[in-house]
C-alpha cells in the first residue's frame, strides 16, 4: 500500500528527565541500534520538552529530535514557532514539530490554565497552526497572515525550507486538521472523555482502517504527501501473545481476535514482531512507527533494516 521506508522513533520520556548522562546515552544508543528519531514528551510535573532534544542532537549524527506532542494551550503560537526556528536551526536542521490539542485537565488546573472543551481545544490548535504552519514553510510570511521574511518575524534563518510538523490525536477535527498542515499524522489506540480521562477504545484495527479513510477524505490531494505513524502502546517482544492477550483484552475491552489484529499490540518473539510491523505497512500505509522502550524494540529495527 505504500513504498515509504520505514520511519522508527523512540520516545524517551523517563531518560530525558534523568539529566544530561542518560540524555546522551539514551540518544546515543538509540542511533546505533538504527532508529531515526528520538521524542520527548510535553506533560506538567516532567522536565521542558525542549532542552533534552538539544542535548541528544549534540550527542548523535543523523538523528531526528521533537516533542511528542506539545499541547498547543500551553503555547504562544509566534513565541512557538521562534522556539522551533531556534532550535531547527541549533540542531542542523533535525527538528520534528509535534502539536495536539492537549487532554491533562489535571495539568491544567495545577498550571492556573482553563481546560476547554475538546472542540475548544482543537480550535486553539488550529489557530495556532494558522500562525505556525507558515512560518517554518517556504515562503515569507507573519504572524498577521502577511507577507514578510521569516528572519525579520522570528529572528532566526531556518537551516531548511520547512519544518516537518507530526500532528497526533483521534478525533475527527482533527483528521481536518492534519489533512491541511500535517506532513506525519499519528494515531494512536487512545480516545478521551469529556473531562481528558484517556479510555483505549480505538485499539480495534476497523476503528484505525477508518480514522485512514478519514484522514484521507480529508487530506484530498495531500493524501499521499502524509506519512502515516503510529505510537505503539502494547509492545512485548520475546513474550507470547497468548500470554498478554487477557490482559490487553481487559484493558482494551478487545475480544481475542481482535487483540492479535490490533495495530497497537505487538508481541511474540522478535521476527513476529517484525512480520506484523511490515504487515501494518503493506496493509494499512503505516510506515513512521514510535516506541517508549527502545532496548525491547532494538533487534526488530535491526530487522527491518535488512530489509
Do not use: C
Amino acid at each position: 500500500m505504500t513504498s515509504r521506508p520505514f520511519t522508527l522513533g523512540v520516545q524517551a520520556a523517563a531518560a530525558s528527565a534523568a539529566g544530561r548522562e542518560a540524555i546522551v546515552a539514551a540518544a546515543q544508543r538509540a542511533e546505533s541500534a538504527g532508529f531515526d528519531e528520538f521524542y520527548t514528551f510535553d506533560h506538567f510535573g516532567s522536565v521542558d520538552p525542549f532542552l533534552p532534544l538539544l542535548i541528544a542532537s549534540e550527542a548523535t549524527t543523523d538523528l531526528r529530535v521533537g516533542p511528542l506532542v506539545l499541547n498547543a494551550g500551553f503555547y504562544n503560537p509566534g513565541l512557538l514557532a521562534r522556539t522551533a526556528a531556534t532550535l531547527d536551526q541549533l540542531t542542523s536542521g533535525r527538528l520534528v514539530l509535534g502539536l495536539g490539542a492537549g487532554w491533562a485537565k489535571a495539568e491544567h488546573d495545577t498550571l492556573g490554565i482553563d481546560f476547554p472543551t475538546g472542540r475548544r481545544r482543537v480550535e486553539i490548535l488550529s489557530e495556532t497552526l494558522a500562525v505556525v504552519a507558515p512560518l517554518l514553510r517556504p515562503g515569507a510570511a507573519d504572524l498577521d497572515g502577511g507577507d514578510a521574511a521569516r528572519s525579520d518575524t522570528l529572528g532566526v534563518e531556518l537551516p531548511r525550507d520547512r519544518i516537518p510538523l507530526l500532528l497526533g490525536g483521534s478525533g475527527d477535527r482533527m483528521l481536518e486538521l492534519a489533512g491541511r498542515y500535517a506532513d506525519i499524522f499519528q494515531f494512536t489506540g487512545l480516545a478521551h472523555l469529556p473531562d481528558g480521562t484517556p479510555r483505549q477504545s480505538g485499539y480495534h484495527r476497523s476503528a484505525l482502517v477508518d480514522r485512514i479513510a478519514r484522514l484521507q477524505h480529508h487530506a484530498g490531494q495531500r493524501a499521499q504527501q502524509i506519512e502515516l505513524s503510529i505510537i505503539i502502546t502494547e509492545l512485548h517482544v520475546g513474550t507470547p501473545l497468548e500470554a498478554v492477550a487477557g490482559p490487553v483484552a481487559e484493558r482494551t475491552g478487545l475480544g481475542p481476535q481482535e487483540v492479535q489484529d490490533s495495530p497497537f499490540v505487538f508481541a511474540g518473539g522478535v521476527e513476529e514482531v517484525a512480520a506484523k510491523v511490515r504487515r501494518i505497512r503493506a496493509e494499512l500505509g503505516i510506515s513512521h512507527f514510535v516506541v517508549t522502550d527502545a532496548e525491547a524494540f532494538a533487534p526488530v529495527v535491526e530487522l527491518l533494516r535488512r530489509d
